[in-house]
């Protein structure tokens, strides 16, 4: 359930109960890693959008999302949007990149950054060395003026994260080499 919004401020959410011990992930499924530097709004909405659409269509893609500088917080407006939007929020929470490179984690197929302060950092290593890609995107989190304006932009960067997330979804995976998989990966970031 999503926190009632007082001023709009970030503060500690864990949607749907207590964070797990560490990321679970189908074995059969592509998994895709999804970063920003706090893990509390761009990562948390493509995680969110990703995992809704491909349960929706079927598909056999596991989103997570990670941050380098986990602020321990998700906004509460990206709560509100992805709910709004009928994405299911539990099992999102704010955590560490580094339980995606721990052994015994998820082997990503695929690594986004969607913020440009966690493209420059240098990444851990990936186990299974998956195919990275960045799609940058403006914070909506530092957006000012009232509740509505503030909510307005998280819509919209669910919307954009969304729009890139199905041209993803879309992608035959198994049937793609890592070389392919990066070239359309970055033709998806300049659309």
Sequence with gaps: MAPVL????????????????????????TNVLILCTHNSARSIL?????????QR????VHGHSAGSAPSGLINPLALEVLE??????GGLWSK????FAADGAPRMRIVVTVCDQAASEPCPF????PVTTHWGYPDPSRVGGDLAA?????ELTRQALAYRLLQ?????????GDAELSVLLERIGRS
């Excluded at 493509?46 to 491909?54: D, P, Q, S, T, V």
């Excluded at 990936?126 to 060395?129: F, H, M, N, S, V």
């Excluded at 503030?150 to 998280?154: E, H, W």
């Design 6 to 29: 007082d001023s709009g401020h970030a503060r500690p959410v864990h949607a749907g109960g207590a964070p797990a011990e560490a990321p679970v992930a189908r074995a059969d499924a």
């Design 46 to 54: 493509a995680e969110g959008m990703l995992n809704h659409m491909a």
């Design 57 to 60: 269509l079927g598909l056999p």
């Design 84 to 89: 709004a939007a009928g994405v299911a929020l």
């Design 96 to 99: 560490s990149w580094a339980a």
């Design 126 to 129: 990936w186990p299974g060395a």
């Design 150 to 154: 503030r909510r307005s932009a998280f």
């Design 168 to 176: 993803l979804l879309t992608l035959p995976m198994a049937a793609l």
